[in-house]
């Protein structure tokens, strides 16, 4: 024998799922809301999320050359970061706020903490509370839905069925299904949601543990405060932070039941807000609190290795 | 009080974890063939887990086969005899694939396999006969690890083994030995269980074996029903799902029996003793014939082979004749892996021997064995979730790289048994093997290179 063989530790096969698959069915199970943001939204709200995706693809390109690391461009961690921030977003906002919110999830969430699986908090949720501080009235005008038959997108808004809900009023539960109300891009529409929800179970790109937990959480809520159960899970960011922003792998526990606490911890933080706090919603709160608390989450669920307990039975 | 008589399991218990593999058990119809008598062979002095053997034999020595080469006056060793007959070449250093340098006994081979006069059958009286034959059979666990039988099967005082569980799972894709053990050997795996259950005393034989061998478990489950009937009470067939790694012992314990066996402890103290097929078979044809462990059926596969097979090879056999047995290798072979492709060991040269607890040989060609590039772990938890015993292979990776013994040790890295399903899962292609490796040398060594 001639050659050169290959020597690595075992095992010698490996499954064929790279991070880019999973990240790649990510961006296929937001394919729905997505196409329903344009339908509901128009054209404009295809520009905003390729504006958010081109800059972040871009943003992290160049700080990870600035910082002369491999380039991780092609894991398309940065295109999901670029869609759910879009979809994160009120139609109207303008495209350079919406690019400097891409430009703040990317450098300063994601890549000055490492990079892809060192963050510390989900990137997309970050750099939507960053512009909601920076343009408070910008960030919460919203466009009526299908404003684009009627006119402009500043002079058709209307107001978010939380909002309008907090004044007494209430949307139906098919505008909310559909999406045909006022919001954030990519959260008015629960059935491309659900969809997307879905494809990632199947595809077991995720695992419904969190989901199901967290807006279990605010429906039994809903249930001991007298709200409307429905109303209250279909109504704002909830399903949209449920399924994509709170299963996000890195900022959420590795534990099977740290992933339980966390989604549970969110689901109470996001009642609160909505029934005690001044905002109307408390999604991306509840979500920022409960990554930073991963930390000590996982420390506290740490599982029991096989044959744990047995041996402290004996010993 | 006459104890209860244990029941035969159904079903398997659940087992947490593990992977689904491609099976590639492309060899698992093929008849196993001899392989014609090499021209030497080299006989490393540890080929078990345990004390090594000093050579018992000088160049030039005349041996025959069965004759004793290697013997340790440890209990804890295992016998290494002649595989072939002819004329001891030399003895020399050599490093094992696992990196354990030792002696090693190079046999000229005359072409005769002439049998040594000193075998015959065993004289089995007693309990302690049968232990005493088992040990000079010089068998080692034959599913890969290489555990000494006599001291496996040796039940401390105070325990008691109600339970032989006899691994047919082979879990590791490509490897059908075990399966064509099941076939082709029949008769003598069940006779080596009754042995077994007589002379340890045991109540019941689980024979566990994955649902991807439906000849193997239809002629075991025939040749249980023709036993007699006291006996066909006692020994059953256990179907389960193929799912890596069913073969591991632990997990194998828990799924037939649903017990789990302790951190730290080994199957004997749960009452269970779990044996390779293989192991079965040979304890059998060992008694009746007196013929040591001296041969071994091994799977040659892989995209480099150009005909893969079931080969019998004598033990000491350099990887090569073995490969040109089957016809060479039909493409250039980049990666030669000593056993399954999930533990295997990736060798350095196809000079080695097959040793006795080989059980493969897989050659892969380029598209086989291409170089993955590692990247940064996302905590998907797919490493978590797979662990069959519940580890958390990212947590160990960070205690690793900040060397925390204290985190280490509650993380329970040193119940790791490496079966590479964290790794196998891994979307980011970590080495998470290594590093489970490296945390154990933190423990014992401090990390420390160890001499040899």
Redesign the interface.
Known sequence: ?E?K???????????K???T??MLDVIIALMPAVIAAVVIFGFRAFVIIADTVCVSVLAEYISRKVMKREN?VT?L?AVVTGILLALNLPVGINPLYAAFGAIAAIVAVKQMF?????NFVNPALTARIILLSSFPSEMTTWAAPFWYKTGSVDAVTCATPLALHNSGETASLRDLFFGTTGGCMGETCALAIIIGFVYLVVRRVI?PVIPLTYIGTVALMSLLFGQDILFEVLSGGLLLGAVFMATD??T?P???KGRVVFAAGCGVLTFLIRQFGSLPEGVSFSILIMNILVPLI?RAT??????????R??A | MEKPVLSLPKKPFRT?GG?K?RHNKNTSDFHSVMLPCPQKVILPMVQHIGMPCRPVVKAGMKVCVGNIVGASESLFSAPVHASVSGIVKGITRMQLPNGYVCDAVIIESDGEMKLSAAVKPPVIDSPQDFLDAVSASGLVGLGGAGFPTHVKINVPDGKRVDTLIVNCAECE?YITTDNREAIENTDNVINGIILIMRMLKIDRTIIGIEDNKPEAIRILKKAISGCNEAEAKRICVLTLKARYPQGAE?VIV?AATGR??????LPIDTGCIVMNITSVGFVSSYVKTGIPLVSKRITVDGSAVSEPKNVIVPIGTPI?DVINFCGGYKE??????SGG???????????FPILKQNNAI?A?NEK??P??RT???????RC??SC?????P??IERAVRLRNKDMLK???VT?CM?C?TC???????R?L??IM?QGKQILTHNGKKQGV
């Not at chain 1, 063989?5 to 499954?15: D, E, G, K, M, V």
């Not at chain 1, 490492?114 to 060192?118: D, K, L, M, S, V």
């Not at chain 1, 740490?302 to 041996?311: A, K, N």
Request: aromatic share 4%; proline share 9%.
């Open positions: 024998m050659e063989l290959i020597i690595s530790p075992s095992p010698h096969i490996l499954t799922t790279a991070t698959h999973i991780t894991d961690s490492g990079g892809i699986g060192n695992t792998y890195t959420s590795i534990t099977r996982e740490l599982p029991h290795p096989f044959g744990e307990r047995e041996s039975k004996n | 947490r992977a593999l894709p632990k828990k789990v066996v302790p951190m730290g402890k090569k250039q072979c980049l990666k030669l892996i492709p999930m533990m295997g060991i990736a060798l350095e040269s196809d000079e897989l892969f086989d064995a170089l993955h990247t940064d772990c996302i905590r998907c938890g978590v979730d069959p015993f519940g580890l958390m990212a947590a509650k993380l329970g119940d490496e590479g790794a196998y899962n891994c979307p980011a292609h080495p093997v290594q490796n």
